[in-house]
Nanobody, 121 residues
Framework: QVQLVESGGGLVQAGGSLRLSCAAA????????IGWYRQAPGKQRELVAI???????KYTDSAKGRFTISGDISKKNISLEMSKLRAEDTAVYLC???????????????WGQGIQVTVSS
C-alpha cells in the first residue's frame, strides 16, 4: 500500500505565506518525481510545481518567483513554500508522484487526497 501524506495548507491573507509538505509512505521501491497540482472550483486541475530525482524542476507561470519546491526525493519527502499568495491561488492542492512500488508496479501519477489552501483578499 502506498500513500502520499499531505500536510500544511489552511487559511491565509493575501500576501501571506504557507508551506505544504508531501511524504510518500508505504511499500515503495523508488520515487522518480513528486509535485503539486491544484484544482479550484469549476476549473481544471493544473500543475503548480514538480521535481524529478535528477533535480529538474518545473513551475507553472503563475508560481514562478513566488513558490519554491524543495526536498529530497530520495527520502520521499518534498515541500512547497508559497509566498505572496493571491486570492486566485485558492484551491485544493494535490500531491502527485511517479513511482514504482515494492512489487515493481509502475505508477505514472499517484495522487494524494488533497489539501485546501484558501487565500482571503
Amino acid at each position: 500500500q502506498v500513500q502520499l501524506v499531505e500536510s500544511g495548507g489552511g487559511l491565509v491573507q493575501a500576501g501571506g505565506s504557507l508551506r505544504l509538505s508531501c511524504a510518500a509512505a508505504g511499500s515503495i521501491w523508488t520515487v522518480n518525481a513528486i509535485g503539486w497540482y491544484r484544482q479550484a472550483p469549476g476549473k481544471q486541475r493544473e500543475l503548480v510545481a514538480i521535481r524529478t530525482t535528477a533535480g529538474n524542476t518545473k513551475y507553472t507561470d503563475s508560481a514562478k518567483g513566488r513558490f519554491t519546491i524543495s526536498g529530497d526525493i530520495s527520502k520521499k519527502n518534498i515541500s512547497l513554500e508559497m509566498s505572496k499568495l493571491r486570492a486566485e491561488d485558492t484551491a485544493v492542492y494535490l500531491c502527485t508522484a511517479a513511482l514504482v512500488d515494492s512489487t515493481y508496479k509502475v505508477f505514472y501519477d499517484y495522487w494524494g487526497q488533497g489539501i485546501q489552501v484558501t487565500v482571503s483578499s
